[in-house]
């Protein structure tokens, strides 16, 4: 088939409408906006909110210490559920897991509108797709269509596709589609892809508690030196957790860092998640967050390292990290395993990017979930083989 065709022909036929249809995501009828939820999602949602214009006038939780305090640099009032559910001429959006319970606070509620689209669709329209708003119909195609030029195979294509179409996909379509036609297994050492020896140097960025690492050792996979960095101090304490279980050949050769990967060395807020963490606002380290934390740039960082591979899952600040690492990279070309889903632009600047550090880079592109999520570009030299 003729991906890359049929791919520009759903860029042409459907961008426009799938801008119109965010833009509706923004339309309030009534002059007051509350966000239900001071968690990651609503600050989420304030900051995409905030940057196309729109004025959140109040934040609501049904924690009682969050009840008077001020959230967001710009520190926007937290009122009590008791305040808002009078309050009159106000539209509310329920940023929050707890969907059912707040939906019950709200289901007589007369003073406006309770907006409650699904969770993961609040957070695919304001982090994943937000940013196509910024980008033309014809700049997206000539994007893509450069991109569909550095695919090395057909399953890259056919998998580029698909990512595409699922920007235009209603949420039943995209519930009921399953990717399991493009699915690949070994998440960041695909076979035929990319090939770790004994002497390699690993650098594990978005380290998690040590599970991409405990998988590797699982598929018998032997390195030099392995580079481990988390934001999230729990994640990291669980990595420590980790290491300590390992044989003591293992702990000699990896080091862990309690520090974040970006384009520079600064101090950011963040929000520390069950799995994950995420830096809310990359152009204000004064963002809102529940947990503070350290950002180094790699190229500063390793000075000096010859690194034979980069991994990246970093929730969406790869492309800012790769930036910070582009010195690295164009001196050692290593292997790179970079998470390309959190954000739809991430599809072809990733990738691009990473062309422009090395003009002798192959890519692939692979899908290693039954989902939209989990999508990886691997950029391999192939004198690197074996690496």
Not at 108 to 124: A, S
Not at 151 to 165: A, N, P, V
Not at 289 to 297: F, K, L, P, T, Y
């Amino acid at each position: 088939m003729n991906y890359q065709q049929m791919t520009l022909e759903l860029i042409e036929l459907h961008y426009d409408g799938l801008l119109s249809r965010i833009r509706q995501f923004r339309e309030f009828r009534n002059k007051t906006l509350v966000l239900w939820g001071t968690g990651a999602i609503g600050n989420i949602l304030y900051h995409y909110l905030k940057k196309y214009g729109k004025v959140v006038d109040f934040f609501c939780d049904n924690n009682p210490e969050m009840i008077g305090s001020r959230i967001t640099t710009d520190a926007i009032l937290c009122k009590s559920p008791e305040e808002v559910l009078k309050m009159k001429g106000t539209d509310i959006i329920i940023a929050s897991t707890n969907i059912d319970e707040i939906g019950l606070q709200l289901a007589n509620y007369q003073g406006g509108d309770v907006i409650t689209p699904p969770v993961d669709m609040l957070v695919f329209v304001s982090l994943i797709l937000g940013d196509l708003e910024q980008q033309s119909k014809q700049f997206v195609i000539n994007q893509v269509s450069k991109l569909f030029q550095l695919l090395d195979d057909e399953i890259s294509k056919e998998t580029l596709y698909f990512k595409i179409w699922g920007w235009f996909a209603s949420p039943l379509e995209m519930k009921q589609f399953h990717y399991n036609t493009i699915l690949t297994d070994k998440q960041y050492i695909p076979d035929g892809i990319i090939n770790i020896r004994d002497h390699s140097t690993i650098v594990d960025c978005g380290a998690y508690c040590g599970d991409t690492l405990k998988f590797f050792l699982d598929q018998g996979i032997h390195f030099n030196q392995y580079f481990a960095y988390e934001l999230d101090r729990d994640n990291y304490e669980r990595f420590l957790d980790f290491i300590d279980s390992c044989t003591e050949e293992v702990k000699e050769k990896v080091t862990v860092y309690n520090l974040g990967v970006g384009e520079s060395k600064g101090t950011f807020h963040y929000f520390s998640k069950k799995n994950s963490s995420l830096i809310l606002d990359t152009d204000d380290n004064n963002a809102n967050g529940n947990s503070v934390g350290e950002i180094v740039d790699l190229t500063h960082h390793l000075k000096d390292i010859g690194i034979s591979y980069i991994k990246m899952d970093i929730e969406g600040t790869e492309m800012l990290a790769l930036k910070g690492a582009a010195g690295l990279i164009k001196q050692n070309v290593p292997d790179c395993a970079i998470c390309i889903y959190h954000k739809a632009t991430d599809l072809w600047e990733i990738p691009l990017f990473l062309a422009s550090c090395c003009s002798k880079y192959k890519f692939h592109i692979r899908q290693h979930a039954d989902c939209y999520f989990d999508t990886v570009c691997y950029a391999t030299k192939q004198e690197n083989a074996g690496r």
